[in-house]
Protein backbone atom coordinates (compact mmCIF):
# COMPACT_ATOMS: atom_id res chain seq x y z
CA UNK A 1 0.00 0.00 0.00
CA UNK A 2 1.21 3.42 -0.85
CA UNK A 3 1.44 5.64 1.53
CA UNK A 4 2.98 9.42 1.62
CA UNK A 5 3.11 11.96 4.82
CA UNK A 6 4.25 15.42 4.65
CA UNK A 7 5.50 17.09 7.47
CA UNK A 8 6.79 20.46 8.28
CA UNK A 9 5.09 23.17 6.98
CA UNK A 10 4.17 25.81 10.03
CA UNK A 11 3.60 29.79 10.02
CA UNK A 12 6.36 31.89 9.78
CA UNK A 13 7.09 35.13 8.39
CA UNK A 14 8.22 36.47 4.97
CA UNK A 15 11.15 36.11 4.05
CA UNK A 16 12.18 33.24 6.35
CA UNK A 17 12.72 29.48 5.42
CA UNK A 18 11.07 26.24 5.97
CA UNK A 19 11.62 22.71 5.14
CA UNK A 20 8.96 20.29 4.06
CA UNK A 21 9.68 16.39 4.04
CA UNK A 22 7.46 13.54 2.62
CA UNK A 23 8.11 10.05 3.57
CA UNK A 24 7.25 7.87 0.96
CA UNK A 25 6.36 4.09 1.78
CA UNK A 26 5.19 1.04 -0.60
CA UNK A 27 6.75 2.69 -3.46
CA UNK A 28 10.26 1.48 -5.50
CA UNK A 29 12.14 4.13 -5.82
CA UNK A 30 13.48 3.76 -9.27
CA UNK A 31 10.30 3.83 -11.42
CA UNK A 32 8.23 6.71 -9.49
CA UNK A 33 8.30 10.41 -10.20
CA UNK A 34 7.86 12.53 -7.05
CA UNK A 35 6.79 16.02 -6.93
CA UNK A 36 5.84 18.80 -4.80
CA UNK A 37 1.81 20.60 -5.18
CA UNK A 38 0.08 23.09 -3.54
CA UNK A 39 -3.23 24.71 -3.85
CA UNK A 40 -4.31 28.18 -1.85
CA UNK A 41 -8.18 28.59 -0.87
CA UNK A 42 -9.89 29.37 -4.35
CA UNK A 43 -7.16 28.71 -6.68
CA UNK A 44 -6.24 25.36 -8.46
CA UNK A 45 -3.54 22.90 -7.36
CA UNK A 46 -0.31 23.70 -9.45
CA UNK A 47 2.90 22.16 -9.58
CA UNK A 48 5.80 23.60 -7.16
CA UNK A 49 8.43 21.05 -8.32
CA UNK A 50 8.85 17.55 -9.14
CA UNK A 51 11.76 15.17 -9.35
CA UNK A 52 12.70 12.17 -11.17
CA UNK A 53 14.31 8.52 -10.67
CA UNK A 54 17.46 8.66 -10.81
CA UNK A 55 19.03 6.60 -13.81
CA UNK A 56 22.20 6.89 -16.29
CA UNK A 57 21.03 10.45 -17.07
CA UNK A 58 21.77 11.21 -13.27
CA UNK A 59 18.22 13.21 -12.01
CA UNK A 60 15.98 15.77 -13.66
CA UNK A 61 13.83 18.30 -11.67
CA UNK A 62 11.20 20.75 -12.52
CA UNK A 63 10.79 24.01 -10.96
CA UNK A 64 7.89 26.32 -11.52
CA UNK A 65 9.12 29.93 -12.50
CA UNK A 66 7.10 31.27 -9.75
CA UNK A 67 9.52 29.49 -6.78
CA UNK A 68 12.96 29.52 -8.99
CA UNK A 69 15.86 30.46 -6.97
CA UNK A 70 13.99 30.09 -3.67
CA UNK A 71 12.97 26.51 -3.61
CA UNK A 72 14.78 23.55 -3.98
CA UNK A 73 13.47 20.04 -4.60
CA UNK A 74 16.01 16.92 -3.26
CA UNK A 75 15.24 13.10 -2.87
CA UNK A 76 16.45 10.29 -0.97
CA UNK A 77 16.44 7.11 -2.31
CA UNK A 78 17.82 5.27 0.56
CA UNK A 79 15.51 6.63 3.03
CA UNK A 80 12.66 7.21 0.48
CA UNK A 81 12.04 10.63 1.31
CA UNK A 82 11.38 13.95 -1.18
CA UNK A 83 12.38 16.93 0.58
CA UNK A 84 11.88 20.47 -0.34
CA UNK A 85 13.49 23.53 0.90
CA UNK A 86 12.08 26.73 0.92
CA UNK A 87 13.79 30.08 0.97
CA UNK A 88 12.48 33.62 0.89
CA UNK A 89 9.28 32.89 1.84
CA UNK A 90 6.75 35.10 0.06
CA UNK A 91 3.03 35.62 0.80
CA UNK A 92 1.88 34.09 -2.32
CA UNK A 93 3.81 30.85 -1.30
CA UNK A 94 0.80 30.59 1.49
CA UNK A 95 -0.81 27.40 0.38
CA UNK A 96 -1.66 23.64 1.72
CA UNK A 97 1.47 22.00 -0.16
CA UNK A 98 1.08 18.56 -1.19
CA UNK A 99 3.27 15.27 -1.75
CA UNK A 100 2.65 13.17 -4.81
CA UNK A 101 3.99 10.26 -6.74
CA UNK A 102 3.71 8.76 -10.39
CA UNK A 103 5.11 6.30 -12.03
CA UNK A 104 7.33 7.37 -14.58
CA UNK A 105 10.08 6.73 -17.17
CA UNK A 106 13.21 7.67 -16.16
CA UNK A 107 14.65 8.50 -19.44
CA UNK A 108 11.17 10.59 -20.31
CA UNK A 109 10.50 14.44 -18.38
CA UNK A 110 7.10 14.76 -19.96
CA UNK A 111 6.13 13.58 -16.29
CA UNK A 112 7.89 16.17 -14.68
CA UNK A 113 5.42 18.91 -16.14
CA UNK A 114 1.79 17.31 -16.29
CA UNK A 115 -0.86 18.16 -14.28
CA UNK A 116 -1.73 17.30 -11.02
CA UNK A 117 -4.97 15.06 -12.40
CA UNK A 118 -2.14 12.87 -13.89
CA UNK A 119 -0.81 11.98 -10.66
CA UNK A 120 -1.21 9.22 -8.98
CA UNK A 121 -0.69 9.08 -5.65
CA UNK A 122 -1.18 11.83 -2.73
CA UNK A 123 -0.45 13.02 0.89
CA UNK A 124 -3.00 14.68 3.07
CA UNK A 125 -1.01 17.99 2.85
CA UNK A 126 0.74 20.04 5.20
CA UNK A 127 -0.30 23.29 5.51
CA UNK A 128 2.50 26.75 5.06
CA UNK A 129 1.42 30.18 6.32
CA UNK A 130 3.10 33.41 5.20
CA UNK A 131 2.48 36.52 6.86
CA UNK A 132 3.85 40.04 6.49
Known amino acids: QVQLVESGGGSVQSGRSLTLSCAAT????????MGWFRQAPSKEREAVAT???????????YVAASVRGRFTISRDNANDTLSLQMNNLKLEDDAMYYC??????????????????????WGQGTQVTVSS
Open 100 to 121: AAAVCNPFRLDMLTRASDDWLY
Open 26 to 33: GLNPSTVC
Open 51 to 61: ISPVSSDGRHT
